[in-house]
């Protein structure tokens, strides 16, 4: 459990602007969140207080919905343009799996960790056609992630946003919360961001960013919002089936629709041109084959794990 | 928040310092340095330079998209000879389609300046290969400059343009992902415009024919070995001094690396990568007890070394593969008993990270194209793009992918090989089909093989962030000019059988790839749809799943739209699927092929 208040984090955390030592600041999200606009706002920041800057991301493919990460580092001297792992001392996530999955780029002795709960399920979590298959999204909750840290702020910072009027402002919150654990006057932060804002965006960007930082105020202690939910996805209730193809030759008029539409090309035309299943072991039981088959020829049947008969159900 | 301004065309007060990605960078050097002509195919991670020098007054210097890289670089040879200076930049693989040129133009040299950017790509973040381009300096030899930081990428590049004359030769200024795509503050300076040459009329230096070319090979070396001694100094080469005990060469970002794991260690650091000064070589050498070399992919310096004698440890410690990063050099000085090894680790999480490969976007119309294709059960040639993405679950509709514009003549191959299981298809984009598609598609129908060709057409360069091509009406600056059409250079080809769809209409997309795929002959479908997030974001009223009808075939879900993700609702053992509203932007490809109509418009009151 986080202990350190606001003031602690101020002081003992995550600058250390005293030392010779670079601050290092990992942004990571997910393409299209804006984690290079953030970055930009720190290393401007860090700038105008005189540090030497270096800020490295890796874009390209970043824009198709991949993992995207910043790297922002500052200080009287930077040579890698990298963060070191295990040196970061804030890791910033504007997605709660992003943050996990670069958690061991933190120094967990003296690194902050704020995370915006918001998920954003990848479509390869969404993969597996199987029966009974979950979903691939992470299930740590923050409860037990911040258990691990040294200090840690998850928070609702989309929902904020979005009550705030502009969903896209979620990460000006996480700014907010982020200036909690770094040495740089408010006004500065307020400055900065005003200058990389849209003119009529920069109303409500100063709002979120001062939400974020009475966010801080308020759960600082705890580092999470009791009201949200937090359960991860659900799974299934009853135990997953085996599925089974049952062709009737004599209605299949060798059309080969559900040859072409099977996801998993189970199905095939044999000598005769009859639809036939050619892999049995690939069937999901989707049923997308008896749903197409323009002649009701194909019935799709999902038997119990261990049973092995065609007759052990209807 | 969004961005909205950019850091880099402004004018340079006295000690101007700006934070500037590598590539700003690099594009501010050559403003700087005069350039007057410049020209680049994009490529992750060289495109923003050209993007960047666009911004640059177009009075003072040309600045255009090219077809490819080679003839990217066979303008800027042009303006070369025409006597101005002369810049063009490319990816890594782009010098491949280039070295045609640079191969040739090394033994001619340059009038006006001329300097290449080549960006490579080490631990392949967006690449076909990490190959490493000092080799093709050596190759070609022509000097190599590797800066490490953004302050460094503008001065040699500026710096470049005055060797290119002084040594009457191209320069390669090689750049790395990681120092294109980071920032650093640069100190900027003004624009210094040289004066223009007249044309040089010389046939004995600007024509290759063999006699000329034997008279001009002997000159390369000579100009080789006084690169050599001029790389021995400032800001080609600087030492610093450390321990006697410790020495490490090392050039362009591995040199942070090694400053950041060992700050202590005497440093030879290179600005220059190829010729290299033997002499400082051998001095450093014999000035440390032990000899390292940190540098990335190739043993470039390294082999340099030990064939000077010098006993050396390079490569037995630092991988040949991949990128280097703070992490990798330190365990390689651990590992060779230079440092310490640190304190162990915490206890590792064990939290698994989540698997999030880049996707094609909501609504790109790609993904009807390749799911019709997988669903005709074709063998398909893919190629280089957005689209490549295709070859992943779930779509997984390419068999191949080679090289820029290798699909069509890998399909030939293919067909002729008269081994086919299935019909033989080449999908290829729009912008690739413009760079390297057109030469096989000639090809195909001149040699009269049966083959389908999918012309991909989002009326974009995708890939590399949405930059015009010939196919687009559009220049970089914006301006408009002559529109390709990809019927009319099928049909001159020879293509007999040529259709344009609508990808976003599945049924008369199957029906025609159908077609297509059993034509004897060479058949072309240009599949037409703009890309839904360049040159500008197409948005549209998003769809809904109805749970209640929803049967969780997940038909719609094998298309791999981001926006369709599985609902907390279950049918039959499977997740229903629901769709994201800020994701969807209504294409209706999903709608027409749900089994069940349960994919509707949502409710507009």
């Given at each position: 459990?986080?202990?350190?208040?606001?003031?602690?984090?101020?002081?003992?955390?995550?600058?250390?602007?005293?030392?010779?030592?670079?601050?290092?600041?990992?942004?990571?999200?997910?393409?299209?969140?804006?984690?290079?606009?953030?970055?930009?706002?720190?290393?401007?920041?860090?700038?105008?207080?005189?540090?030497?800057?270096?800020?490295?991301?890796?874009?390209?493919?970043?824009?198709?919905?991949?993992?995207?990460?910043?790297?922002?580092?500052?200080?009287?001297?930077?040579?890698?343009?990298?963060?070191?792992?295990?040196?970061?001392?804030?890791?910033?996530?504007?997605?709660?799996?992003?943050?996990?999955?670069?958690?061991?780029?933190?120094?967990?002795?003296?690194?902050?960790?704020?995370?915006?709960?918001?998920?954003?399920?990848?479509?390869?979590?969404?993969?597996?056609?199987?029966?009974?298959?979950?979903?691939?999204?992470?299930?740590?909750?923050?409860?037990?992630?911040?258990?691990?840290?040294?200090?840690?702020?998850?928070?609702?910072?989309?929902?904020?946003?979005?009550?705030?009027?502009?969903?896209?402002?979620?990460?000006?919150?996480?700014?907010?919360?982020?200036?909690?654990?770094?040495?740089?006057?408010?006004?500065?932060?307020?400055?900065?961001?005003?200058?990389?804002?849209?003119?009529?965006?920069?109303?409500?960007?100063?709002?979120?960013?001062?939400?974020?930082?009475?966010?801080?105020?308020?759960?600082?202690?705890?580092?999470?919002?009791?009201?949200?939910?937090?359960?991860?996805?659900?799974?299934?209730?009853?135990?997953?089936?085996?599925?089974?193809?049952?062709?009737?030759?004599?209605?299949?008029?060798?059309?080969?629709?559900?040859?072409?539409?099977?996801?998993?090309?189970?199905?095939?035309?044999?000598?005769?041109?009859?639809?036939?299943?050619?892999?049995?072991?690939?069937?999901?039981?989707?049923?997308?084959?008896?749903?197409?088959?323009?002649?009701?020829?194909?019935?799709?049947?999902?038997?119990?794990?261990?049973?092995?008969?065609?007759?052990?159900?209807? | 928040?969004?961005?909205?301004?950019?850091?880099?065309?402004?004018?340079?007060?006295?000690?101007?310092?700006?934070?500037?990605?590598?590539?700003?960078?690099?594009?501010?050097?050559?403003?700087?340095?005069?350039?007057?002509?410049?020209?680049?195919?994009?490529?992750?991670?060289?495109?923003?330079?050209?993007?960047?020098?666009?911004?640059?007054?177009?009075?003072?210097?040309?600045?255009?998209?090219?077809?490819?890289?080679?003839?990217?670089?066979?303008?800027?040879?042009?303006?070369?000879?025409?006597?101005?200076?002369?810049?063009?930049?490319?990816?890594?693989?782009?010098?491949?389609?280039?070295?045609?040129?640079?191969?040739?133009?090394?033994?001619?040299?340059?009038?006006?300046?001329?300097?290449?950017?080549?960006?490579?790509?080490?631990?392949?973040?967006?690449?076909?290969?990490?190959?490493?381009?000092?080799?093709?300096?050596?190759?070609?030899?022509?000097?190599?400059?590797?800066?490490?930081?953004?302050?460094?990428?503008?001065?040699?590049?500026?710096?470049?343009?005055?060797?290119?004359?002084?040594?009457?030769?191209?320069?390669?200024?090689?750049?790395?992902?990681?120092?294109?795509?980071?920032?650093?503050?640069?100190?900027?300076?003004?624009?210094?415009?040289?004066?223009?040459?007249?044309?040089?009329?010389?046939?004995?230096?600007?024509?290759?024919?063999?006699?000329?070319?034997?008279?001009?090979?002997?000159?390369?070396?000579?100009?080789?070995?006084?690169?050599?001694?001029?790389?021995?100094?400032?800001?080609?080469?600087?030492?610093?001094?450390?321990?006697?005990?410790?020495?490490?060469?090392?050039?362009?970002?591995?040199?942070?690396?090694?400053?950041?794991?060992?700050?202590?260690?005497?440093?030879?650091?290179?600005?220059?990568?190829?010729?290299?000064?033997?002499?400082?070589?051998?001095?450093?050498?014999?000035?440390?007890?032990?000899?390292?070399?940190?540098?990335?992919?190739?043993?470039?310096?390294?082999?340099?070394?030990?064939?000077?004698?010098?006993?050396?440890?390079?490569?037995?410690?630092?991988?040949?593969?991949?990128?280097?990063?703070?992490?990798?050099?330190?365990?390689?000085?651990?590992?060779?008993?230079?440092?310490?090894?640190?304190?162990?680790?915490?206890?590792?999480?064990?939290?698994?990270?989540?698997?999030?490969?880049?996707?094609?976007?909501?609504?790109?119309?790609?993904?009807?194209?390749?799911?019709?294709?997988?669903?005709?059960?074709?063998?398909?040639?893919?190629?280089?793009?957005?689209?490549?993405?295709?070859?992943?679950?779930?779509?997984?509709?390419?068999?191949?992918?080679?090289?820029?514009?290798?699909?069509i003549?890998?399909?030939?191959?293919?067909?002729?090989?008269?081994?086919?299981?299935?019909?033989?298809?080449?999908?290829?984009?729009?912008?690739?089909?413009?760079?390297?598609?057109i030469p096989p598609l000639i090809d195909a129908v001149y040699n009269?093989?049966?083959?389908?060709?999918?012309?991909?057409?989002?009326?974009?360069?995708?890939?590399?962030?949405?930059?015009?091509?010939?196919?687009?009406?559009?220049?970089?600056?914006?301006?408009?000019?002559?529109?390709?059409?990809?019927?009319?250079i099928c049909?001159a080809a020879g293509v007999?059988?040529?259709?344009?769809?609508?990808?976003?209409?599945?049924?008369?997309?199957?029906?025609?790839?159908?077609?297509?795929?059993?034509?004897?002959?060479v058949?072309?479908?240009?599949?037409?749809?703009?890309?839904?997030?360049?040159?500008?974001?197409?948005?549209?009223?998003?769809?809904?799943?109805?749970?209640?009808?929803?049967?969780?075939?997940?038909?719609?879900?094998?298309?791999?739209?981001?926006?369709?993700?599985?609902?907390?609702?279950?049918?039959?053992?499977?997740?229903?699927?629901?769709?994201?509203?800020?994701?969807?932007?209504?294409?209706?490809?999903?709608?027409?092929?749900?089994?069940?109509?349960?994919?509707?418009?949502?409710?507009?009151?």
């Amino acid at each position: 459990m986080p202990q350190a208040t606001l003031s602690d984090s101020s002081t003992g955390g995550a600058t250390a602007a005293a030392t010779d030592r670079p601050t290092n600041v990992l942004i990571v999200g997910v393409g299209g969140q804006g984690v290079i606009m953030v970055s930009k706002v720190m290393a401007a920041l860090a700038q105008g207080a005189g540090f030497e800057v270096k800020q490295s991301e890796v874009h390209g493919m970043a824009k198709r919905g991949g993992a995207v990460f910043s790297h922002v580092r500052f200080g009287p001297k930077v040579y890698s343009p990298t963060i070191p792992r295990g040196q970061a001392d804030v890791l910033l996530a504007l997605e709660w799996a992003e943050g996990l999955r670069w958690l061991n780029h933190l120094n967990r002795e003296s690194g902050t960790f704020i995370a915006d709960v918001k998920r954003i399920v990848p479509p390869f979590a969404c993969r597996n056609r199987a029966d009974g298959a979950p979903l691939g999204y992470s299930r740590e909750t923050p409860r037990e992630v911040l258990s691990r840290v040294r200090l840690g702020y998850a928070l609702n910072a989309s929902g904020m946003a979005e009550k705030l009027g502009n969903p896209r402002v979620a990460n000006t919150v996480l700014l907010g919360v982020l200036s909690t654990a770094l040495d740089f006057p408010e006004e500065d932060w307020l400055a900065v961001i005003e200058r990389f804002v849209p003119p009529k965006t920069v109303e409500v960007n100063l709002r979120a960013f001062r939400e974020g930082r009475a966010w801080v105020a308020r759960h600082g202690e705890v580092g999470l919002d009791e009201e949200v939910d937090f359960s991860p996805p659900q799974g299934l209730s009853e135990p997953p089936r085996r599925p089974q193809v049952h062709i009737e030759r004599a209605w299949c008029k060798s059309c080969d629709i559900c040859v072409k539409m099977c996801p998993e090309r189970c199905l095939e035309l044999d000598e005769k041109h009859i639809a036939r299943m050619r892999a049995p072991e690939r069937c999901t039981g989707c049923r997308l084959c008896e749903y197409l088959c323009p002649d009701f020829a194909i019935r799709v049947l999902r038997l119990p794990r261990d049973a092995s008969g065609e007759e052990a159900t209807a | 928040m969004q961005e909205t301004r950019t850091e880099t065309t402004r004018a340079a007060p006295r000690e101007d310092v700006r934070p500037l990605m590598g590539n700003e960078a690099i594009a501010r050097g050559a403003w700087e340095a005069g350039v007057e002509v410049a020209s680049a195919y994009p490529g992750t991670p060289s495109t923003e330079i050209l993007e960047s020098l666009a911004r640059y007054p177009a009075e003072q210097v040309s600045v255009e998209w090219a077809i490819n890289e080679k003839v990217a670089l066979d303008i800027a040879i042009g303006a070369s000879f025409a006597g101005v200076r002369a810049f063009c930049s490319m990816k890594h693989v782009g010098l491949n389609v280039a070295a045609d040129a640079l191969m040739s133009f090394t033994y001619i040299g340059v009038n006006g300046g001329l300097v290449l950017t080549v960006c490579d790509d080490p631990g392949i973040h967006s690449s076909q290969n990490e190959q490493d381009t000092r080799l093709f300096a050596r190759f070609a030899m022509v000097p190599c400059l590797e800066p490490s930081d953004a302050q460094e990428a503008l001065e040699f590049t500026r710096l470049a343009f005055d060797l290119s004359e002084e040594f009457d030769t191209p320069v390669i200024v090689r750049s790395t992902t990681r120092l294109s795509h980071t920032r650093s503050q640069a100190r900027v300076g003004e624009r210094v415009e040289p004066p223009r040459r007249p044309f040089i009329h010389d046939p004995a230096k600007s024509v290759m024919i063999p006699a000329h070319a034997r008279a001009r090979h002997g000159r390369l070396l000579e100009r080789e070995q006084k690169l050599r001694r001029h790389f021995a100094a400032e800001p080609f080469a600087r030492v610093e001094r450390g321990r006697a005990d410790i020495g490490v060469i090392t050039a362009g970002v591995p040199y942070t690396y090694v400053k950041e794991v060992l700050p202590d260690a005497s440093v030879l650091k290179l600005g220059a990568s190829w010729p290299l000064p033997e002499r400082l070589l051998k001095e450093f050498a014999e000035s440390v007890e032990r000899l390292f070399v940190v540098e990335e992919l190739e043993p470039v310096i390294e082999d340099e070394l030990r064939k000077l004698g010098l006993a050396v440890e390079g490569k037995v410690w630092f991988p040949r593969t991949g990128e280097l990063s703070p992490e990798i050099v330190r365990d390689g000085f651990v590992a060779a008993g230079v440092l310490e090894p640190p304190p162990a680790a915490e206890e590792a999480l064990d939290i698994q990270p989540l698997v999030r490969p880049p996707v094609l976007c909501a609504g790109c119309p790609h993904m009807s194209t390749y799911n019709a294709l997988r669903s005709l059960d074709v063998r398909v040639a893919g190629d280089i793009g957005c689209y490549t993405l295709a070859a992943i679950e779930p779509l997984q509709a390419i068999d191949t992918c080679v090289s820029m514009g290798s699909s069509i003549a890998n399909a030939i191959g293919m067909a002729r090989a008269g081994t086919a299981d299935r019909p033989i298809v080449a999908t290829i984009g729009d912008s690739t089909f413009l760079h390297a598609g057109i030469p096989p598609l000639i090809d195909a129908v001149y040699n009269g093989v049966n083959i389908t060709v999918v012309i991909l057409d989002n009326a974009i360069t995708a890939m590399t962030g949405g930059q015009h091509h010939p196919g687009t009406g559009y220049g970089i600056r914006g301006n408009r000019t002559h529109k390709v059409s990809y019927e009319d250079i099928c049909r001159a080809a020879g293509v007999q059988w040529v259709r344009t769809v609508d990808p976003y209409e599945y049924g008369s997309l199957l029906k025609t790839l159908r077609e297509a795929v059993e034509y004897k002959g060479v058949a072309v479908v240009i599949a037409n749809r703009p890309c839904v997030i360049d040159p500008v974001r197409i948005t549209g009223p998003a769809l809904r799943v109805e749970q209640e009808s929803c049967i969780a075939c997940q038909a719609c879900m094998n298309l791999g739209c981001p926006a369709l993700v599985w609902s907390d609702e279950w049918h039959e053992g499977h997740h229903k699927v629901r769709i994201d509203p800020s994701l969807c932007m209504g294409c209706t490809v999903c709608a027409q092929v749900c089994p069940t109509a349960s994919i509707q418009p949502t409710q507009t009151d």
